[in-house]
């Protein structure tokens, strides 16, 4: 029965009248749009891709409102499923599988502080905040849940703005801190939000509260678990049927079974109801560790720029969406009746995301600081500056949980639902345009050698897509050199010295990972060591940890 | 308005219930089997990767027949617009930007006297087949209009099994013509299927033919011309815009807007009510012939991956999806009321399909022989069966078109609509599991030299997908070459020489492109020509031509 309710469903959405066939066409020809206007714009100094996409799409928005002479309010409907099952997934999965994994984990200890306790903080902050003013301004009747889950929602960073300005080279430190507080700030918020919803929290006491932490915990292990697990499957399935030694379709079965099985993590972990953005998550690091390496070097090359470009799609879609859905009439007719209260309530939300960021950047800073012991590993106060802004962007994921929370029972035309969807989409495009224009400029005043590496141009024998974080230490040319595998990488004595300091717990994840992992599942090991090659410093930083 | 109900359906689909997760689970899981158990039967000597497809979905229908106690008729229901909009237009897409232009081209005349005339031969022996014997097996009353598009319906073929089998280096001329009718045939069959539908049939004078090939010509031509444009369209953005020279996202963009540009042109077909097929066809022909060359090197590498992945995942969910559907209980219990009918009718198409293939395969090869000079050219009477052999097989275009034909007006319980259906099936089971068994042997067998190079394996350092047809004349290594661009090819005294038998329209077609269209559009020129590497020949014939 289920099988044939989906096939309901999809000859429902596939029956290609005229109408979808027109919208298509408009959405697949905004989104070539977009892509070009943000390439010919990018070199300005305010706006960046994100913010193009967005301005397109209110335009469009703006356009089929007088083109249906304002009277279709239903015009355009967000779709949570939408954005959590088809554009949320590969823009996570890129992130996992393009992250610097040494950086990340050297730094791990400091983003999961951020990420998960900066933005439990926030949390804390904004339903506190929320509570204590919001009866002030007596709009509706929001209940005890309601306010826990408006603090998760505004919790939900989207740090996209930023990462398109940092210039990961010269601030690996900043870049991998920004990058990974992203990714886990999305999935807390996520897990955080659905921890919430699952509970009864008319009257909160002991049990409920341990409850609500043990179910966090229980959705934060499991989902991890089961992405690493599906990644590893994925390794080992490749390695034991090495395609490659075949003639006929190897590239083609290995790019396909890497999609299908990072997309089978997310739907397997949505089945389970984990949270299926920290499953693919780390799916995405696994494959990129082990299954990556096990493949052809056409299909490293494709894989990599397949999952960047999905990704890129994704996130042009996601704003174009937002952009066009923001002037959803019905909802801005019920609160402008008192547009008063629907500026406080987005005035007050927005002081409420500056502060609670603040209120966990700086503290959460200065004990990380304590924690290190070497000058460069430490983060200045103009970096804390950086870190503080990149956050205060609100994104598609404040919308879709929005959506989620305030429309849920039907009831989208209570005064308090439609203010606090109108305030969410307010405080979305606010800080996206508002912050997000202001970003590169501070940056640069913050960061200031970055400006004119941001304007050199690329040789353009080789240029590369820089956007997204490469692939840990130079595995982005294995492809081009090519040919000889299974040969060990050599050693130095310059890398066996520098080798020394870094012992912790990285060095006995290496010593498992070479010893009981690799044999079975595969990975690095088969692209050689090129002395004197522009890779050389980020092989020997590998070889090292 | 139209916006709105795109929206809606979207909605609809999206809404992720516990139901569709499960089949969506399903589907993904059913997909990686597909993958990995094809690839351990690739070296079977009966076994591809269709077949295996096809048998997985009809051993999961079986199992969802049990598991639901072979209640629910309506588990699986064919969507022809799944088919026809998500599902075929990256096959075609990616058989126009992966066939061997030149050697196309050359056969530019023979391909069309197979695919379009040939086609349209055994369109008239099916339909005065069926027009003679299937009053007299009394099925019930089928009007002129459904025996002109059961001709139509088995004249699609599906030479997917064949391709499989034989060997492009080998026989390159019996692979081009093979490969080329197989899309032109699509392309005629749909078009033709298209025309019929158009036009009231009931009584039939010499307007009503002169509008019909009058129509057939024209969608044949504005669909050619727009897949043209759409092509030329996207390499003169890329070319203007020229995305390398920028640090940031240059291949993502390029991939996005290449992927984006092909859909689109098959989306606007649509929107035109013109043949898709071709136009997205031509639109990858073009492709490859400029764009492609326009692109950075990794763009040229995962783009040429990505649409071949995408077409290979397209093909094995379209066998898959027909093994699953073949096994609709409620069509079949109409039809076993009368077995022997079924079967009688099943039996004869089989038979029309083999007497129509016959009638045009040896009597259009003697015509082409005839036209050609030298010995080589010309098509051997081995070669004229492997051709017949080739399009006796009969697929999901069959399918898809007999679905929109007896299932347009609702009366899918008459009992003539009934067995249309059913027969159709068994006639594309059948077909494609005993023909498609009994192809890799017979090729073996007509062409033995191709058999040691099936089992041989490829060199491990450089494993290619040699599945779909090579893209021209080594252009599949110009990223591994890469570096200086811009420069024009070298020509030797050699070339020059071998040039001078092989002028035609070919020639004159070159000098065109040359002096006009390359200067704007971009395209080849930017390979250098390596003497002594394994591309010399295909380089050499390239700039020969």
Redo the contacts between chains.
Sequence with gaps: ??????????????????????????F??L??AC??I???L?ENRWIN?SITALLIGLCTGVF?LFT?GGK?S????F?E??F???LLPPIIFNAGFQVKKKQFFLNFMTIMLFGAIGTLISFCIISLGAIHFFQKLDIGSLKIGDFLAIGAIFSATDSVCTL?VLNQDETPLLYSLVFGEGVVNDATSVVLFKAIQNFDLSHIDLTTALQLIGNFLYLFIASTVLGVFAGLLSAY?IKK?Y???????????E???M???A??SY??A??FSLSAILTVFFCGIVMSHYTWHNV?E??R??TK??F??LS??AEIFIFLYVGMDALDIEKWRIVSQSPRKSIGVSSLLLALILVGRAAFVFPLSFLSNLLKKSQSEKIELKQQVTIWWAGLMRGAVSIALAYNQFTRLGHTKLRENAIMITSTITVVLFSTLAFGLMTKPLVRLLLPSSRHV?S???P?????????PLLGSGEDSS??N????NGPPPSTLRMLLSCIPNRGVHHYWRKFDNSVMRPVFGGRGFVPYVPGSPLEQSVHQWHCS
């Design positions: 029965m289920a099988v044939g309710a989906f096939y309901h469903k999809l000859s429902t959405v596939f029956t290609s009248d005229h109408a979808s066939v027109v919208s298509m066409n408009l697949v020809a989104l070539c892509i070009i943000g390439h010919l990018e891709e089929i249906t279709s239903h015009i355009l409907v779709s499923d939408l959590f099952i088809y398109q399935i049927l395609f490659g030694k075949l003639i006929r379709h190897s590239t083609d079965r790019v396909a079974l999609v299908l099985m997309y089978l739907m397997l949505e089945l052809t056409s299909s090359v494709t720029h397949v960047a470009t890129f799609i941001m050199l141009p690329s353009p024998s080789t240029p590369k897509s820089l956007t997204v492809w081009a090519g040919g000889t595998q």
